[in-house]
């Protein structure tokens, strides 16, 4: 967490919540190891170079669970964000506040058995 601070030069800070699950999700795909010390390191498959990055990067959500699961990561990610000295979301509020709307009437419309 502390190199991704000092990567981003201060901008993201990352949290446990959003760190750990990432991780997780990066352990199930063979690309970093959990090691007996508790950290984490990149396995062989993942130093194959940008082959694999294309391939994790770029497939986007497969099913409604990955794309959850995807909003769910970007949620973290502005709350870390958000608690930064240099995260003022304030000028997205209009924005995070629509996209809260939409979600909401996603979750009404299916809670009534209603396509989306």
Known sequence: ????????????????????????????EKLVRKREDGRYEVTEAARGGPDWMRGWMGRGPRTPQDALAEMEAYIAFLEDLGRGEKGDLTPMVPRLKAAAKRLDDLVDRSARGKPA
């Open 1 to 28: 967490m502390e190199e991704m601070d000092r990567m981003s030069m201060g901008w993201w800070r990352p949290s446990p919540g959003s760190i750990y699950p990432l991780l997780e999700q990066l352990a199930e």
